[in-house]
């Protein structure tokens, strides 16, 4: 029934999810789990509040991952960000340019300007013009968002979702321009270079963090909850098995087989 | 509300395919996996047909620049336009001309953006490795023994740099991309629960 060798991931799959679904039933009921400050996410409302003394706009991307292929989850990620970025921006009448590299998100990021401004009570703002699809090559993507940046001369640049080599010169065409920068992603190869160029930084799974956070819906705050009681178990099952192979049986290492 | 409207229909449809996918992963059920297969293929061939949705935009968006003469953009707008009609008229209509316009020209122009890369991490790792504090103190030292393990020169100053660069990479660096790797695995569960439960909406436009 189950396949060979995935026995051990499917139930930890199910105890994590059951793990998440318990403490978001808690904070349903009201015991809201304490979560720590993203700072990343903060800076957001800072950001735009500096494009709009500045008079100067933003700048977004969501990074090449797109939504068809295995890095679907921290573009989701980066969209919501997005979408609380569009309402912020609504608030201080600051353009978002966002540089669109895959066709099949055009429709999404539409609708999530249009529902952000119209939330915001100022539906007839939100300019379509200023979401650009640029071909969905990775070199189209980097030549379109620094053509961007660099004749917009943006005041923010937020760099949130799956990067990969376009990182760099996003960022560093955002730190011509004196823009303040905002990175996250979970691609472990470009934290590093995230970290290198912008102000903030969402590391890992603080992108997967940053829907819920910024919404402060209860129910989705006890959902990052559940995800550190999943860290937990993590941990636990981690020293477990470093102490079994330290003392030289190797029976926890085969379960994870199964 | 309008049924199209209603959000409970994408919702729905989203956790019937990451069911069906997870279960095509997981279990041996021969009808479950072939329509894992068939729904990924799916999602593919949905993202190509989409790329008109693009040309259609992109063709939309640049010829109102062109009918209001946006300043500064304009011009580069009709540039576009042309390129893009002229690749496209001679993919069809003269196959060899698409060629040498696609080898002589888009391929040297993309390595030149992609080789532009090199400058830039030397420029943001210079500003990176101004010694502030502790952190950055280590994170220099770091960098500096990975040049030397990987760069020829490393070894001719002193072979130890080698191990010590491999020790770096294998163990603390190793160590800190599985944590974060593990901690980004729980959070993609945590969000596909938060989608399943029509809160994460992202993936289908409006917030």
Known sequence: MIQTGRLTGFVLLIVLSALILYVIQRARKGKIPEIRKLAGLDAIEEAIGRCAEMGRPAHFSTGWGGLSTEWAQQTIAGLSVLGYTYRVAARYKVPVHYTCCWAHMLPLVYDLGREAYLAEGKPEEFNPDTIRYVGDSQLTLMSGAMGTIAREKVAANFLIGAFFFEAIQLAEEGFATGAIQVGGTARVYQIPTLIATCDYVLIGEELFAAGAYVTRDPVQIGSIGGQDLGRLVAFILTVIAVLSVSFGTRIFVDLFKL | ?207
């Open chain 2, 1 to 207: 509300m309008s049924v199209l409207k209603a959000r409970e229909i994408p919702v729905g449809l989203f956790t019937c395919v990451v069911v069906v996918l997870i279960l095509g992963y997981f279990t041996t059920v021969r009808q479950l996996i072939v329509a894992a297969d068939y729904l990924a293929a799916f999602g593919v061939l949905m993202a190509l047909i989409a790329i008109f949705l693009g040309v259609v935009d992109a063709l939309r968006i640049h010829l109102r620049h062109i009918a209001k003469r946006t300043p500064r953009q304009w011009y580069l707008s009709a540039w576009l336009i042309v390129a893009m009609m002229m690749m496209f008229t001679l993919g069809y209509a003269h196959k060899p001309t698409y060629d040498v316009l696609y080898s002589k020209l888009y391929i040297p122009v993309s390595v030149g953006i992609a080789a532009s890369i090199g400058y830039y991490l030397y420029s943001a790792f210079f500003r990176a490795f101004r010694i502030r504090n502790m952190e950055a103190a280590v994170l220099f030292a770091c960098a500096i023994i990975i040049i030397l393990k990987n760069a020829p020169i490393g070894d001719v100053i002193w072979v130890g740099f080698g191990e010590i660069g491999k020790w770096v990479t294998d163990v603390p660096g190793a160590g800190a991309s599985r944590a974060i790797l593990m901690g980004a695995a729980l959070g993609m569960v945590a969000l596909a629960i938060r989608a399943m439960l029509g809160k994460e909406r992202g993936y289908m436009g409006g917030e």
